[in-house]
């Protein structure tokens, strides 16, 4: 039987809302492994974040945007003796801020791309119903020049109650993968009923695993 990813402890660092704060964290951690998160505002990322995590890791609101900092936290998985970190970064492509919360928003992100340690996984997160939208265009497009393996996590796949809904979601699958091959893994989940959350568990605690020993034969 695989080993799934069984969280021993999770507990919050800092959130940065200030550039300078942030890089001055990831100059000091190079070699961070992780996971970061990353979606459009209202796909359900901190309910997923709580579902690996813990039911109090992130905040789950129904306001798009509520997430204006990028949150770190460390957490130890059973299994695996080491501290390994999570980033659950802002939501993007929301455009209900002020335009000096974008500037930040963005100030804050372009930092975060250009110093985060390349043994973090880019988890991200789409609606199942409406995958793919543009601000996913663009999003996919800047993280496929940069050296870290990603996975693409659809998730309120429960919502899907049609045969073609679900056929659509497949084709729509299948004809963005040759553009984006950094895109490891696809996951269909539901964060809220768990369903399919298994199989990214699994998958998240190999990454790890890898990763630890990678640097262990460095």
């Given at each position: 039987?695989?080993?799934?990813?069984?969280?021993?402890?999770?507990?919050?660092?800092?959130?940065?809302?200030?550039?300078?704060?942030?890089?001055?964290?990831?100059?000091?951690?190079?070699?961070?492994?992780?996971?970061?998160?990353?979606?459009?505002?209202?796909?359900?990322?901190?309910?997923?974040?709580?579902?690996l995590?813990?039911k109090?890791?992130?905040?789950?609101?129904?306001?798009?945007?509520?997430?204006?900092?990028?949150?770190?936290?460390e957490?130890?998985?059973?299994?695996?003796?080491?501290?390994?970190?999570?980033?659950?970064?802002?939501?993007?492509?929301?455009?209900?801020?002020?335009?000096?919360?974008?500037?930040?928003?963005?100030?804050?992100?372009?930092?975060?791309?250009?110093?985060?340690?390349?043994?973090?996984?880019?988890?991200?997160?789409?609606?199942?119903?409406?995958?793919?939208?543009?601000?996913?265009?663009?999003?996919?497009?800047?993280?496929?020049?940069?050296?870290?393996?990603?996975?693409?996590?659809?998730?309120?796949?429960?919502?899907?109650?049609?045969?073609?809904?679900?056929?659509?979601?497949k084709?729509?699958?299948?004809?963005?993968?040759?553009?984006?091959?950094?895109?490891k893994?696809?996951?269909?989940?539901?964060?809220?009923?768990?369903?399919?959350?298994?199989?990214?568990?699994?998958?998240?605690?190999?990454?790890?695993?890898?990763?630890?020993l990678?640097?262990?034969?460095?």
């Amino acid at each position: 039987m695989n080993q799934i990813l069984k969280v021993s402890r999770c507990d919050f660092i800092m959130g940065f809302e200030k550039n300078g704060q942030l890089q001055s964290w990831l100059e000091l951690n190079p070699q961070a492994i992780g996971f970061a998160f990353l979606g459009r505002s209202n796909v359900g990322k901190s309910s997923l974040i709580n579902s690996l995590f813990g039911k109090k890791t992130a905040r789950v609101s129904n306001t798009p945007g509520r997430t204006q900092q990028i949150n770190i936290f460390e957490f130890e998985i059973y299994g695996i003796d080491n501290v390994f970190y999570l980033f659950d970064v802002p939501g993007y492509g929301h455009a209900n801020v002020s335009q000096r919360t974008m500037k930040n928003w963005n100030q804050l992100m372009d930092t975060f791309f250009q110093l985060i340690s390349p043994l973090v996984l880019l988890i991200n997160i789409q609606d199942a119903r409406h995958p793919y939208q543009k601000a996913d265009q663009h999003f996919l497009s800047y993280i496929k020049q940069l050296p870290h393996e990603s996975y693409l996590v659809l998730n309120k796949i429960d919502k899907l109650k049609k045969q073609s809904e679900k056929a659509k979601l497949k084709l729509q699958v299948k004809e963005l993968l040759p553009e984006f091959k950094m895109l490891k893994q696809i996951f269909e989940l539901s964060a809220l009923s768990k369903k399919g959350v298994d199989k990214l568990e699994e998958s998240l605690y190999q990454y790890l695993e890898k990763k630890m020993l990678a640097i262990s034969e460095t």
